[in-house]
């Protein structure tokens, strides 16, 4: 493929055709994701299921990666037996081992939510912006993974759906799928599958031995024996006991209260009990509000915020619970620091304890403040990235003591990726407790979410639960805005006529409460869906009507926002003249704006180049686009710089230089193809064959 020399794409894509297969090159090096959990030295047997594991993984059909699936109840071990077989095979796997769960906050994960979090662990997405459909991302995945040796391990799966469009295409992965139940469904796919045992109580005697030492062991056989007995070869009941015996060598080990359990098939549960009362009561009752936040997983900030527990002593309290296997450390990540989760048993159980413990006004409580906390950041993250975004009345209810801050655009990005996982349990939480207030500004605020990251699918699920909430909440203001940003998010998803009417809906509205910036705003909006549907001489009298208003309240940058629009149409309509002067003034108004607004300034420069290259002014055109280009390399906006690179292509091929077109279109398809935008794809494709045609 042709190239712009110089060119800095941070992920180059070499495509043609989707389903023939994207080969991406990464730029720079990227470290191999390990993601497997560390496996101690406790580790006890299972040397028939790692041989089932070497066995269903090493004879791969052609054209796909094996799977291997193992089954059994929580806390038998099979998380533990996948990462000890994974790093036992990581030769085989010199590209990456990674891990994703596919239930979170007692839900299925969002199969476009557990792709992200893949292709961000291969380095994709620091840069660029993945794309929001669901289609795109995992046509993306199956790309990237196809010329990789990768080991994937999908855990706490549900069914086979979620597994088989993660499966890649390639004999020199393997999948390792982790499930309470068989999945029979993968079987006609070629998966194998293995129920785990419990330990045998031979086992489990030296599990428990390896945990409070041998000496204690040969102490106390018989009791030893029957504690080991009373866990049912359950490795997660065996740990819990031992842990707490290890805490308290003066016990006895006949004295242990898990030995009261009733069956083995309860074990799991009393020895979390068991281990839960022994707990001082400030890590007991992080542990079971804890169990009431509706998330996949907590940080130190939510969970602070979430319980009323100083943020230092959470932080070592979610340490000391890790430690003694009540919750799961998960890792670090960017924008949020050590996460963790409720293992699914203890979870339900500390549920049960904080109904028994816990006020119904505390446990709402818990929720409120979780959502107040989510609020305020995302809040933060609107002062950082996009300031002049409508800010909502808002009433916390609890205030977060230590109130959210971002010292920079990335990290303020960082934490609404990490959280996006977050956000729809979040919004169900706040319908079902009635908080409709929280829920409408909560969705508003997420804006940079929506609209930066191009989360578009989950805008639009979002803004229409936003919607009903408002009306339920009865704020006129909140109606208009819900209304207003679902149309955006309809836009921003193609479904234009629907839209086109948000737009109208809201605008009514507005007009009601005599608001002329809001009809401004909508009259705007039906304009740019008119424009983004190519009907431009439909959209002019609507944002030639905009800018008027604007121009009547002296709000500078909404003028300039609907002239960059009207500069466009009347550009591509043939009157490039009147599109440059339109968007000189608009480049000019934005550039002045304090605080600034470098997108949309960006933007007014790129259509800018657009029209001096309609109007022959190729020197120009190069000029302005070129700078508006590596505007957007600064801001980060993956979307935009590709398709400058394409106006670069289109003035190149008007001047006669079809060489440099070729090149730039070939730019530009690389950018498109590192977000997986097929309906940007298939228009390069289309422009490189005319281009290429003698």
């Given at each position: 493929m042709n190239r712009i020399e110089g060119s800095r794409v941070r992920t180059a894509v070499q495509a043609r055709d989707i389903n023939g297969g994207i080969h991406i090159h990464p730029d720079r090096v990227w470290p191999v994701p390990r993601q497997l959990p560390a496996v101690t030295g406790v580790f006890t047997d299972r040397v028939g299921a790692l041989g089932f594991l070497d066995t269903a993984l090493a004879a791969p059909p052609p054209g796909t990666a094996p799977v291997a699936v193992i089954s059994g109840p929580d806390g038998i071990g099979k998380r533990t037996l996948a990462a000890r077989w994974g790093h036992r095979a990581a030769d085989r796997f010199p590209d990456g081992q990674l891990v994703a769960r596919l239930r979170g906050a007692g839900r299925p994960a969002p199969i476009a939510e557990v792709t992200r979090s893949l292709l961000r662990a291969l380095g994709l997405g620091e840069t660029e912006t993945l794309p929001w459909d669901t289609t795109e991302l995992l046509a993306l995945w199956r790309s990237v993974s196809a010329t990789r040796r990768l080991l994937l391990v999908l855990e706490d799966t549900d069914s086979a759906e979620q597994v088989l469009p993660l499966v890649p295409a390639s004999a020199h992965c393997a999948v390792v799928v982790t499930s309470a139940a068989p999945l029979p469904a993968l079987a006609a796919h070629g998966a194998r599958h293995h129920r785990l045992d419990p330990l045998s109580p031979e086992h489990s005697l030296l599990l428990l031995g390896r945990i409070v030492g041998a000496q204690r062991v040969h102490a106390e056989p018989q009791a030893a024996a029957a504690l080991a007995s009373a866990c049912g070869g359950m490795p997660l009941a065996v740990g819990l006991a031992a842990g707490e015996a290890a805490l308290d060598p003066a016990r006895p080990l006949g004295e242990h209260p898990a030995?009261?359990?009733?069956?083995?098939?309860?074990?799991?549960?009393?020895?979390?009990?068991?281990?839960?009362?022994?707990?001082?009561?400030?890590?007991?009752?992080?542990?079971?509000?804890?169990?009431?936040?509706?998330?996949?997983?907590?940080?130190?900030?939510?969970?602070?915020?979430?319980?009323?527990?100083?943020?230092?002593?959470?932080?070592?309290?979610?340490?000391?619970?890790?430690?003694?296997?009540?919750?799961?450390?998960?890792?670090?990540?960017?924008?949020?620091?050590?996460?963790?989760?409720?293992?699914?048993?203890?979870?339900?159980?500390?549920?049960?304890?904080?109904?028994?413990?816990?006020?119904?006004?505390?446990?709402?409580?818990?929720?409120?403040?979780?959502?107040?906390?989510?609020?305020?950041?995302?809040?933060?993250?609107?002062?950082?990235?996009?300031?002049?975004?409508?800010?909502?009345?808002?009433?916390?209810?609890?205030?977060?003591?230590?109130p959210p801050r971002f010292a920079s655009d990335r990290s303020a990005l960082a934490w609404l990726e990490a959280i996006a996982p977050a956000v729809q349990p979040a919004l169900d939480a706040a319908r079902e407790l009635g908080e409709h207030r929280a829920l409408v500004t909560l969705v508003h605020d997420l804006w940079p979410l929506f609209h930066r990251l191009r989360r578009l699918d989950l805008s639009v699920a979002a803004n229409e639960q936003g919607l009903r909430s408002a009306v339920l909440w009865g704020d006129r203001m909140a109606i208009r805005e819900m209304t207003t940003t679902l149309a955006l998010a309809l836009k921003g998803t193609g479904r234009l006529d629907e839209a086109g009417r948000r737009y109208a809906d809201a605008r009514d509205l507005a007009s009601a409460d005599q608001d002329r910036g809001g009809v401004a705003q909508c009259t705007m909006g039906i304009g740019s869906c008119l424009w983004a549907g190519g009907q431009y001489d439909a959209a002019r009298p609507h944002l030639g009507e905009a800018t008027r208003v604007y121009d009547d309240l002296e709000d500078l940058r909404g003028a300039a926002l609907a002239d960059i629009l009207l500069g466009s149409a009347a550009a591509r309509l043939g009157q490039p003249d009147d599109g440059v002067a339109l968007l000189s003034e608009a480049h000019a108004s934005l550039a002045l704006l304090e605080p600034p607004d470098p997108l949309n300034a960006a933007r007014a420069l790129a259509f800018l180049g657009e029209a001096h290259s309609l109007a022959g002014r190729h020197d120009l055109a190069v000029t302005a686009l070129t700078k508006a280009r590596q505007r957007f390399d600064e801001i980060g906006h993956g979307h935009w710089r590709a398709l400058t690179t394409e106006f670069l292509g289109q003035d190149a091929e008007r001047s006669g230089a079809k060489q440099a077109a070729l090149a730039w279109y070939g730019a530009s398809l690389d950018g498109y193809a590192a977000l997986a935008s097929l309906r940007d794809m298939e228009r390069l494709d289309a422009r490189i064959t005319q281009a290429s045609t003698p």
């Open positions: 030995l009261a359990a009733p069956t083995p098939s309860e074990a799991v549960a009393v020895a979390t009990a068991v281990v839960y009362e022994s707990l001082p009561e400030p890590a007991a009752r992080l542990l079971r509000l804890l169990a009431l936040v509706p998330a996949p997983d907590v940080d130190a900030l939510t969970a602070a915020a979430a319980t009323a527990t100083p943020i230092v002593q959470t932080a070592q309290l979610l340490q000391e619970l890790a430690a003694r296997h009540l919750l799961e450390h998960t890792g670090r990540i960017a924008g949020r620091g050590e996460v963790y989760q409720l293992r699914p048993a203890v979870a339900e159980q500390m549920r049960a304890a904080a109904a028994r413990t816990d006020s119904t006004v505390i446990r709402t409580m818990v929720v409120q403040r979780y959502l107040d906390v989510l609020i305020a950041t995302a809040h933060a993250t609107v002062q950082r990235l996009t300031p002049h975004h409508r800010v909502l009345p808002r009433q916390y209810r609890h205030l977060p003591s230590e």
